[in-house]
């Protein structure tokens, strides 16, 4: 695609759900990066994956927080036994791969947990 | 493990004058550095880089920056700003041969008539 797809824009879920949030990332793009912003706060570092494997889980919260990217190309986020703590902005972005290699990232999925 | 402080949260300027975003890292290895900036309603965009070499770069609408070691800095600057550069502009620090951007809190700029 033309840029990293991040689906949904907005969620809202009650406290104690489970949700799922979808990366769709640049074709070709073996890296890819998940973070979280919170409000008035910079994109802290969640997950990074190299191919289909998570190469990096350090940015991990807890064990709420669970990340796939089976075929090496979509991603999914997902987020059990929500709390309101959990409300930010996700993003994710992709890359070649490679240390010099500009992330470009998507919109985000806004999550809201009421 | 790396820090980023952006030490000014919100720069108001006007049109046409000069600006200075400032950042300031911390990190026991050597580091890439980056700014990103991110429009309304926009995923985040790269500004520029620093990798290695030249310790002034060069990024894309006209900004640049200064990586200065000793005093670990990376402060973002542009001449003469437009209304269409407001947004929020992001610090970001990497280990060399890490993945992981380690970001500022963010400075928002702010452009007035």
């Known amino acids: 695609g033309a840029g990293v797809s991040q689906t949904p824009s907005n969620k809202v879920t009650e406290k104690g759900k489970y949700v799922e949030l979808r990366c769709d990332p640049i074709?070709?793009?073996?890296?890819l990066y998940w973070y979280r912003q919170s409000l008035g706060q910079g994109p802290e570092f969640l997950i990074y994956f190299q191919g289909t494997g998570a190469a990096d889980d350090s940015g991990l919260p807890n064990d709420r927080f669970f990340a796939v990217r089976p075929e090496g190309s979509v991603s999914t986020l997902k987020i059990q036994r929500t709390e309101r703590g959990d409300s930010a902005v996700y993003l994710c972005?992709?890359?070649?791969?490679?240390?010099?290699?500009?992330?470009?990232f998507g919109q985000g999925t806004r999550l809201t947990v009421v | 493990a790396q820090s980023v402080t952006q030490l000014d949260s919100q720069v108001p300027v006007f049109e046409e004058a000069p600006v200075e975003l400032r950042c300031n890292y911390s990190?026991?290895?050597?580091?890439?550095l980056f700014w990103y900036v991110q429009y309304p309603n926009q995923g985040l965009q790269l500004l520029l880089k620093y990798l290695s070499g030249s310790t002034l770069v060069k990024g894309i609408n006209g900004f640049e920056a200064e990586f200065n070691k000793s005093q670990t800095s990376f402060h973002l600057r542009k001449p003469s700003v437009h209304i269409s550069d407001t947004a929020e502009y992001f610090c970001a620090v990497s280990g060399k041969g890490a993945q992981k951007l380690v970001f500022g809190q963010g400075t928002r700029l702010t452009i007035n008539p």
């Open positions: 972005a992709s890359s070649l791969g490679g240390v010099n290699t500009e992330a470009f």
């Open positions: 990190s026991s290895v050597s580091v890439y």
């Open positions: 074709s070709g793009h073996t890296a």
